[in-house]
């Protein structure tokens, strides 16, 4: 989730005093079955390519394998970025992908793009409704189910205690030491400057447009108290307001 605000890009859950904006997961269900056909047109094209955000995704999902976990598939978006194995015991890509959302309306236009694209017949997809801050655990267990964990813009909309929350709960489905959680995140700026206007604007963005994602998470901090958690590398985009981060459990 992206959002447009006066003089920067903003979005993401706050450092400083918003924890409590954070919505519901019932009313993240609800907002983004309203958004669902319109999302492609906020989150997508000139304006995410222009901030290296396309980018980002292709070199971060590129490196996606075997059996991969997406939290908050939306609209698909991520998609056409994945590289799909070439045979169903390879390990050169994807060999089956689990998409993962709070809502069936987002849900219903990934599938709709699934169509057209060229997967190959032994990729197994499955969709799943589900809410990332509790449910992956109980579902899938935790002792490592996945060889990817992948979330892109989400966890600004779950609030501080829900991202980080969603984080144990990517740890615990991720194969240990092998697996690997890949992560495009709203953050909190490294210029100074943009912090500061995040951290005034966030609540009021959130609100008028940012479909409850505020925009100063600190996603490097949540990391790095998510016991079990490590941090292979992470690279800034436009002065910090995006970050990428792969991550392993160790």
Known sequence: NIIIAPAIIASSSTMISSPSIAISSKEAEMSYDSYASS???????????????????????????GKVLEIGVGTGLNLSKYKFASSVDATDGVTALTLLDISEGMMSEAKAKLV???IPSFVEINFVKADATNDLSRI??????????????????MGNAGAKDCLAQMRDVVKKDTGRILLIENTRSSNSFLGTYQDLTAGVAAKIGGKGCISNQDV?????????????????????VFRSFVCKRV
């Open 140 to 157: 899938f267990g935790n002792d490592g189910y996945f060889d990817t964990v992948v979330d892109t813009f989400s966890l600004c909309v």
């Open 220 to 240: 490097t901090s949540f990391l790095k108290i998510t016991k079990g958690l490590q941090i292979l590398s992470e690279e800034e985009f436009a002065a910090g």
């Open 116 to 118: 057209e694209l060229k």
């Open 39 to 65: 999302y492609d047109q906020l989150d997508g094209g000139s304006v995410a390519d222009s901030l290296g955000i396309e980018e980002a995704r292709f070199k971060l999902l590129n490196m996606a394998k």
